[in-house]
């Protein structure tokens, strides 16, 4: 059946083809496919006579000069390269995407293709009867989006749950996988659109839309989800390696009010001997919320409250939101306001509209003279010795406006296009975190920048890690923060994190307890919580519940070396950091549909304990691989579930036969001291092996050499060390080996 509201692009008329392009005019419409590469093809159509402006955000590598591909034309029209064929067909236009070996792997629906709705665009796709789909940016539900259907449209829900589709970050990157196909598709388009992934009712095809705009889409392909996500990564940009300091234990609430209340959470933390490397200032550091300032009487020298953060060890990050109070006698936005840098109405006034400040005027992030600006007034937090900055609010949120952001016909710049906030509203975050890291890395070029996000676009990885906003301190948002934070894993952000312990709502202290636990695993490791709430910080809850979470962000501490292996590797080729089991073991069909577990890195399955009361868990050990039980060092098959014990302070954890965990003596803080020692820990297996990477943890040296990489091997009871590169001097002069934990 066709769809009823769908205006099909109708037949060929014509085909003209260059190397690697074939350009179709359609009846109603026209459509170019492109091989970039031999696994990455883009396919455009437009209803207007012609192509706009090739303009993207998200993608970051625009000139791919290897593309070699083979045109046919004849009854079909096929594109082929090494790895993919295209073929069109003519009456009506249909796209195929097959492999090398003629294994179709997606093709338009036959029944409805491509087409029009108006102004909005869609692609109707073939699903296959054991496809599953994974990715999609931030959404909350189940792992595999199979069945659900869900806009993109950046939105400040504070109060979502498991099945809202419309949060804070919109990335329309598909991952679909099954059985011998796997496939990505980038659907490019900032308008709001919507991705219905089988919610139909003959649930044999998907479909992909947005309001308006061209059908702009790329079309990975790959022997695996990891070529796949890499492919994604290699046109939208891949994470720096954050500073080291970034991996540790941060702390925040909204607020602590006063610099010595930041100083008397920094001091518990070290007196109790909990480690953390981070706090933050919420919104009340300011004056009135004014952005870029400190109120005078409650945070009255920061200089130096940042330098006794600074010898307690610790860094300090402060809140900067879009919104500018809209007050003349301030400089922000006087200056804005002289220089042109605000939104304004269609009629040429300035828009106003309500957050935190009361009114405030907001700058144009799409304009590239915007950003700029916006990342100088960065200069004094910068010279101040701020650590990092947390972006937030940037949906954006405006609330006394309907549907809580701008009116849909505010004029963006959209960097030289002139466009309305329809089109630039979901890049607003992602240009504020642009303008924002940007700023960073131009004021302190020697420093990796850290910064935090709410609101992202596609490609947003390049700038800025997210966290996954308002969550609540309910064992629901905390179960439903796993299969978020690995869907967005595979959606290019590897950095990411949810707020530990829950953001709204009051945590209890076995929640706390276990959220602490698995949060230790978690690429992004912040507590934080709402004003009016329970406090949140590790002490807050009793003697017991202190003694676990210091227990595990101790753990943390002592991984710290493996875990900056793994963020090493995201930086690298985009391999998440926590990985759904099936990035390791793709051959484990029961993987694909554990969501309450992960693997952070290669070789540590995580199993959170997700319900109150409980003191024990099963846990699906992947196929592929023996496990050994990191507290007992039982050893247990794989391609089974074991019981595993979970009292209050046990978090289910184990260890891949074959790994060599690299760690530390515990410490309190990243650089507390030099680590000139490294603990080995054995896991025997087949082969087993393990690594250190290491660089300074604070410039960009690493990305021209200044590295060192070393592969351990252990067999027979001996250790073999090789240097696979030496680029940075280790301060390493002694390696421990422990086999299962124990002194040899
Ligand atoms: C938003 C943020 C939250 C923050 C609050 C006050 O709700 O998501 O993390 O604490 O604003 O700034």
């Not at 209803?47 to 046919?72: E, H, I, L």
């Not at 889409?217 to 890499?230: E, T």
């Not at 800025?464 to 967005?488: K, M, R, V, Y």
Request: charged letters at 25%; proline letters at 6%.
């Amino acid at each position: 059946m066709a769809d009823p509201g769908l205006i099909g692009i109708g037949n060929v008329q014509e085909v003209h083809h260059t190397d690697n392009t074939v350009e179709f005019q359609c009846e109603r419409g026209r459509v170019r496919v492109t091989a970039l590469s031999d696994s990455i093809v883009r396919v455009r159509a437009t209803q207007a006579a012609d192509f706009g402006p090739d303009f993207s955000y998200a993608v970051a590598r625009t000139s791919w000069p290897k593309a070699k591909a083979t045109v046919r034309t004849g009854r079909e029209i096929t594109l082929a390269t090494k790895k993919l064929t295209v073929t069109i067909t003519r009456e009506p236009l249909r796209i195929e995407f097959a492999a090398a070996d003629g294994r179709v792997l997606n093709a338009d629906d036959p029944a409805r293709g491509m087409g029009w709705d108006g102004a909005r665009c869609r692609t109707h796709r073939t699903l296959a009867r054991d496809e599953m789909f994974f990715g999609c940016g931030e959404k909350t539900g189940q792992l595999n989006k199979r069945g659900q259907s869900f806009g993109f449209w950046n939105t400040d829900n504070p109060s979502h749950t498991y099945l809202n589709g419309e949060i804070y970050v919109s990335i329309p990157f598909l991952v679909s996988t099954r059985p011998g196909a796997h496939y990505g598709i980038f659907f490019d388009n900032t308008h709001r659109s919507f991705f219905n992934l089988g919610h139909v009712e003959d649930e044999k095809h998907y479909f992909l839309e947005a309001d308006a705009g061209e059908l702009d889409y790329y079309f990975f392909a790959g022997d695996s989800i990891k070529d796949v996500v890499r492919g994604y990564t290699e046109l939208t940009g891949r994470m720096w390696l954050p500073p080291r300091w970034a991996l540790g234990y941060q702390q925040c609430r909204w607020s602590y009010m006063s610099a010595d209340e930041v100083l008397e959470v920094a001091r518990n933390f070290r007196d109790r001997k909990i480690p953390c490397d981070v706090l933050y200032c919420d919104i009340d550091y300011m004056d009135g919320y004014r952005v870029f300032t400190w109120n005078p009487q409650t945070f009255p020298k920061p200089r130096e409250l940042i330098k006794t953060l600074r010898k307690m060890g610790f860094r300090l990050v402060t809140i900067i939101d879009p919104g500018v109070k809209n007050d003349d006698g301030y400089a922000v936005c006087q200056e804005g306001k002289e220089k042109g840098m605000f939104l304004k109405k269609p009629d040429g006034s300035w828009f106003t509209g309500n957050v935190w400040p009361g009114e405030c005027v907001f700058p144009d992030f799409t304009s590239a003279r915007v950003r700029q600006w916006w990342g100088q007034w960065h200069k004094d937090l910068m010279e101040l010795g701020v650590g990092g900055i947390w972006n937030d609010m940037n949906e954006p949120a405006v609330w006394n406006h309907p549907g809580g952001t701008m009116p849909n016909d505010i004029p963006f710049e959209y960097d030289g296009q002139w466009v309305t906030h329809k089109r630039a509203h979901n890049v607003f975050g992602f240009n504020m975190a642009r303008a924002c890291h940007e700023g960073l890395r131009a004021l302190r070029p020697k420093q990796r920048p850290f910064l935090i996000t709410r609101s992202a676009y596609a490609g947003v990885q390049r700038y800025s890690l997210i966290w996954t906003g308002d969550n609540h301190s309910s064992w629901e948002q905390f179960a439903l923060s796993i299969p978020e934070c690995l869907n967005l894993s595979l959606s290019g952000v590897a950095f990411c994190g949810p707020d530990v312990g829950g953001y709204s709502w009051n945590c209890t202290s076995e929640l706390l307890a276990r959220w602490t636990q698995a949060g230790a695993f978690f690429p992004f490791f912040r507590n934080h919580t709402a004003l009016g709430t329970r406090r949140q910080e590790p002490w807050q809850f009793g003697p017991e519940v202190e003694e676990i979470c210091r227990r595990y962000i101790s753990l943390r501490y002592q991984l710290l070396p493996y875990f900056y292996n793994v963020f090493r590797e995201a930086a690298h080729d985009a391999t998440p950091i926590m990985r759904p089991l099936f990035w390791e073991f793709p051959d484990d069909a029961h993987g694909y549909a554990v969501d309450d577990q992960f693997l952070l890195g290669p070789s540590l399955l995580v199993a959170p304990v997700l319900k109150p009361g409980a003191t024990q868990r099963a846990v699906w050990l992947p196929a592929g691989a023996e496990w050994y039980d990191y507290w007992t060092k039982e050893k247990h098959a794989g391609g089974q579930y074991v019981t595993a014990a979970a009292p209050l302070d046990t978090l289910p954890l184990f260890v891949r036969s074959g790994s060599i965990l690299p760690m530390t003596e515990p410490v309190e803080f990243t650089s507390q001291k030099i680590i000139d020692e490294i603990i080995l820990d054995v896991y025997p297996g087949k082969k087993t092996v393990g690594w250190l990477y290491e660089d300074d943890g604070e410039s960009f040296d690493y990305e021209t050499g200044a590295h060192s990489l070393t592969q351990f091997t252990w067999a027979d009871g001996d250790l073999e060390i090789e240097k696979k590169s030496s680029g940075y001097r280790s301060p390493v002069k002694n390696h421990r080996v422990l086999v299962l934990g124990r002194e040899q």
